[in-house]
């Protein structure tokens, strides 16, 4: 039944607006008699309390209460196990005025299935066993990327060399921002071959972009060697520059000269793309190009 009643809640809050996740910030924890949580869950609840500035969220109701209240402190949500005891397992603190580091302290809750920390100002990264549960579909995690990914930026450009009108070059950033640019053909005669540049602006998901960057990580990206190609001529270049802790890699392929696990990235990251509802169109005479005095050098 709580699972009912956690979609249920879910699916009201997207209704009502697209960047809300989760239950609402003015929805408080279930009101539930005084029964104790684990003493290390008790105290990552503290920990994460101090570390963030509690004092100054916008709702810390019944927060460092004594000990058996727990499970009616705001944003806290208990449930009994099989066992008869009782643990946290959600968490909603979203746009509550959290700051400061993410706290090891998350790593404490083993029974979470909900975690809501999404419109905070935190930094660092979440425990990388919270990060494992999320990517095995075990937990629910609504959060910025930054939070989840190393990874601030992945730049992907396409582009056939015998064709014109043929390039593409999709933008994704850790912050949420997205772009992409099209070489369009503009056809105003039969013999035109003028081009054009439909830019286009939107945003992808946080949670989005670190499944993405995770999927990066878990097919080899990172160890892949810079450059794969077949000897032939006129065919396609696709290039992937990913910055990762503040550093760049770039991995060029042509004529599909890569191993599967590329072709596997390019596809994920053209189907990111596909499914954004790009927000804002419009014209340059020339598409940007990257810096090739910044490609980094071999690895």
């Known amino acids: 039944m709580k699972r009912i009643a956690l979609a249920l809640g879910l699916t009201a809050t997207l209704i009502g607006g697209f960047t809300c996740y989760g239950q609402s910030e003015e929805r408080t924890s279930r009101s539930s008699p005084a029964v104790g ?3 290390q869950e008790r105290q990552a609840l503290m920990d994460l309390y101090e570390a963030t500035d509690g004092n100054h969220w916008k709702n810390h109701d019944g927060w460092l209460g004594p000990a058996g209240t727990e499970c009616n402190w705001y944003g806290v949500t208990c449930d009994p196990s099989f066992q008869g005891s009782t643990f946290v397992y959600s968490l909603n603190l979203e746009r509550n005025g959290l700051q400061g580091n993410i706290t090891k302290a998350f790593a404490q809750f083993d029974h979470l299935e909900t975690l809501y920390i999404l419109g905070n100002r935190l930094s660092g990264m979440l425990p990388l066993p919270l990060i ?5 579909g075990s937990l629910q995690i609504v959060a910025e990327a930054s939070l989840l990914t190393e990874v601030s930026e992945i730049d992907y450009e396409f582009s056939a060399s015998a064709l014109l009108c043929a390039r593409r070059q999709i933008v994704f ?3 949420s921002r997205a772009e992409i640019f099209d070489e369009r ?10 081009t054009f540049c439909e830019a286009k602006e939107g945003h992808i998901l946080g949670p989005e972009f670190a499944m993405l960057a995770w999927l990066l990580e878990k097919r080899g990206f990172f160890s892949l060697h810079a450059n794969y190609e ?7 270049f696709v290039s992937t520059r990913v910055t990762r802790g503040g550093k760049s890699y770039e991995v ?6 890569g191993p599967f696990e590329l072709w596997e990235i390019h596809h994920a990251i053209e189907g990111v793309a596909a499914s954004i509802e790009w ?3 419009k014209k340059l005479s020339k598409c940007p190009r ?3 005095s910044s490609t980094p050098p071999p690895r």
Not at 230 to 236: F, W
């Open 290 to 292: 990257w810096d090739d």
């Open 173 to 175: 950033r850790a912050d």
């Open 37 to 39: 949580i684990p003493p």
């Open 185 to 194: 053909c503009r056809k105003s005669t039969p013999g035109d071959r003028a």
């Open 230 to 236: 077949i000897n032939i001529t006129d065919s396609v």
């Open 279 to 281: 927000e804002k169109t």
């Open 132 to 136: 494992q549960r999320w990517l095995s």
């Open 252 to 257: 060029v392929e042509y004529a599909g000269g």
